[in-house]
């Protein structure tokens, strides 16, 4: 099938699981009922992406508070009773973090019953996402590695060894998110690419890496408006990319300024087109997708292309998102007969 369909990762959480409209949102309750209340908010999200048509499901990062975080949680020797405030992103912002204080190791399985409930509960392909681990190093402070790299293969290793576990639990794609791809564009290249590698190493099942320019918050659309009216970092790290064992690219496209011709450069990779928009309340229609897959298969091949979102949609009302959802899937269907 053509412009088969998936979403970044995340979803908004309902307002009696946490706080709604917003990141580091606090849950509503704890303990066993907090367990309950995830559960059922995954199950609540499958049903309404399978309604939508979305093709490679996730469990919307319902049981998790923060992407990195939700996976920084279950690892031993991290200190997060004393976070300090750190710059993210080359200080694009600032936020409070915990610490590495002593050597990393799991302290078990990370996401052992998100991915077993989302794997007991739909017949659709299941995607997983994890932190990449440039993007984990930049959103921690290190009080014992002191070096980066190092503390970034650490990490590596934590990753490729739940990443193994979720493809056992029967994950069929898993996906780095690596948002810190585009910022650090020398270390990309130097050792943020071998990082992922070892991230992924092994994993038989699909891999993908998410680059984007992040959730629809103040801070980065703040940003965004200081990158000029192309935004062309992508071109010095999509051949190192290329060149890499990871399968799929997840990147925006829709209302971005990354010039589409740059996916060019991704020759061997499968594509995940952002058609979505998670910076904008404006719900796309099914033309709007068709265009962008459109435009993005100028330079990319048609069986290369999964239609997306562009990021998470974490911090969205809830029913801006399924409406996203449900153009998604009205979109790439409608691209499939005009299109083919």
């Not at 917003?22 to 049903?47: F, N, V």
């Not at 020398?186 to 984007?212: F, P, S």
């Not at 992040?214 to 192309?230: C, F, H, M, S, V």
């Amino acid at each position: 099938m053509l412009f088969p369909t998936t979403i970044a990762g995340s979803l908004p959480k309902p307002e009696w699981l946490a706080e709604p409209n917003m990141l580091w949102a606090p849950w509503k309750s704890q303990g066993a009922e907090l367990a309950r209340a995830k559960r059922d908010a995954t199950l609540i999200w499958l049903k309404i992406q399978e309604d939508a048509g979305v093709d490679i499901v996730t469990e919307g990062e319902q049981a998790r508070q923060h992407f990195v975080h939700g996976f920084l949680e279950k690892v031993e020797g991290i200190d997060f009773a004393h976070k300090v405030e750190m710059g993210i992103r080359k200080d694009r912002y600032k936020a409070m973090v915990p610490q590495v204080v002593a050597p990393l190791r799991l302290k078990g399985r990370v996401h052992a019953d998100e991915a077993r409930v989302a794997r007991t509960h739909t017949k659709k392909k299941l995607k997983f996402t994890l932190p990449g681990p440039m993007t984990i190093i930049d959103t921690i402070a290190d009080r014992y590695y002191g070096d980066r790299v190092k503390m970034a293969f650490a990490f590596a290793e934590l990753l490729n060894e739940e990443a193994k576990a979720l493809q056992a639990d029967g994950v069929d794609l898993v996906q780095f998110d690596e948002p810190a791809f585009n910022v650090y564009m020398d270390e990309v290249n130097d050792w943020g690419i071998k990082a992922l590698e070892r991230a992924a190493q092994g994993l038989t099942c699909a891999t993908a890496v998410h680059i984007c320019y992040g959730y629809g918050i103040k801070a980065n659309t703040d940003w965004k408006e200081t990158l000029g009216a192309q935004w062309r970092q992508y071109e010095q790290i999509f051949p190192a990319i290329d060149a890499s064992p990871i399968q799929q690219v997840a990147i925006e496209c829709r209302n971005s300024k990354v010039p589409l011709d740059l996916l060019a450069l991704l020759k061997s990779k499968i594509v995940q087109a952002g058609v979505i928009d998670v910076a904008s309340d404006t719900v796309e229609t099914a033309e709007d997708v068709v265009k962008v897959i459109d435009a993005v298969s100028k330079f990319v091949p048609k069986s290369n292309i999964i239609a997306t979102t562009n990021c998470g949609m974490a911090p969205m009302r809830r029913e801006i998102a399924e409406a996203k959802l449900a153009a998604l899937g009205a979109g790439a269907a409608l691209a499939r007969e005009k299109l083919a």
